[in-house]
């Protein structure tokens, strides 16, 4: 009977450990959500659960130059701490979306906003992130998908109908997956039951 009651242990404590590593080793999926940034109910962030950056929705920067941004326009990346994302963040988030589909240039519109032909057939946003040589472009529609193009700025560096790719290290707590907080949970009464089992039977 002892042997058997150390059995049990042994075995439920191997998958309580096979638990906690799945819990460990499983990629989160990625969750886009709007978040406020001065003022409650702006949404003007758009918030990554998976780099954990938060993102200036662009028509907060539209029409205004690289040089414009840099210098202090808004305030963006002098008093609030905000940076120019990098191009493989800007990929990043556009996987993150739903990627290079309806569906995924769609949620960037929704959450990002849109800076061309807003109300027409081909809604669409563009955003400039500075590169070594020039400024990438990036540009996503409704009906094209997204493109990317290197160019050399004039004398400020602005385009028409194009805002900044903005992005700062979020401060706020990602919430947990409800997959996650599920399994956790079950783990947890799994061994609170074997511990109340355990008492009784002994």
């Given at each position: 009977m002892?042997?058997?009651?150390?059995?049990?242990?042994?075995?439920?404590?191997?998958?309580?450990?096979?638990?906690?590593?799945?819990?460990?080793?499983?990629?989160?999926?990625?969750?886009?959500?709007?978040?406020d940034?001065?003022?409650?109910?702006?949404?003007?962030?758009?918030?990554?659960?998976?780099?954990?950056?938060?993102?200036?929705?662009?028509?907060e920067?539209?029409?205004?130059?690289?040089n414009?941004?840099?210098?202090?326009?808004?305030?963006?990346?002098?008093?609030?701490?905000?940076?120019?994302?990098?191009?493989l963040?800007?990929?990043?988030?556009?996987?993150?979306?739903?990627?290079?589909?309806?569906?995924?240039?769609?949620?960037?519109?929704?959450l990002?906003?849109c800076?061309?032909?807003?109300?027409?057939?081909?809604?669409?946003?563009?955003?400039?992130?500075p590169?070594?040589?020039?400024?990438?472009?990036?540009?996503?529609?409704?009906?094209?998908?997204?493109?990317?193009?290197?160019?050399?700025?004039?004398?400020?560096?602005?385009?028409?109908?194009?805002?900044?790719?903005?992005?700062?290290?979020?401060?706020?707590?990602?919430?947990?997956e409800?997959?996650?907080?599920?399994?956790?949970?079950a783990?947890?009464?799994?061994?609170?039951?074997?511990?109340?089992k355990?008492?009784?039977?002994?």
């Amino acid at each position: 009977m002892k042997v058997a009651k150390t059995f049990q242990i042994k075995i439920f404590h191997l998958v309580i450990t096979a638990i906690f590593l799945t819990l460990l080793s499983s990629p989160a999926n990625a969750i886009l959500m709007s978040r406020d940034f001065i003022s409650g109910g702006d949404e003007l962030l758009t918030f990554d659960s998976d780099t954990g950056l938060e993102w200036l929705d662009l028509s907060e920067t539209l029409d205004q130059s690289y040089n414009s941004i840099i210098g202090g326009y808004g305030g963006y990346t002098t008093t609030y701490g905000f940076r120019y994302a990098t191009n493989l963040e800007v990929i990043d988030l556009i996987n993150n979306a739903g990627g290079d589909n309806s569906t995924g240039i769609g949620n960037l519109l929704d959450l990002l906003g849109c800076t061309t032909n807003c109300s027409g057939n081909n809604p669409g946003a563009f955003g400039i992130v500075p590169e070594s040589g020039g400024i990438v472009e990036y540009s996503w529609f409704l009906l094209s998908g997204s493109n990317s193009d290197v160019f050399v700025p004039g004398s400020d560096g602005s385009l028409p109908d194009t805002g900044s790719l903005l992005v700062k290290v979020s401060k706020a707590t990602p919430v947990p997956e409800p997959s996650t907080l599920l399994l956790f949970t079950a783990g947890i009464a799994a061994f609170i039951g074997f511990r109340s089992k355990k008492k009784r039977n002994d």
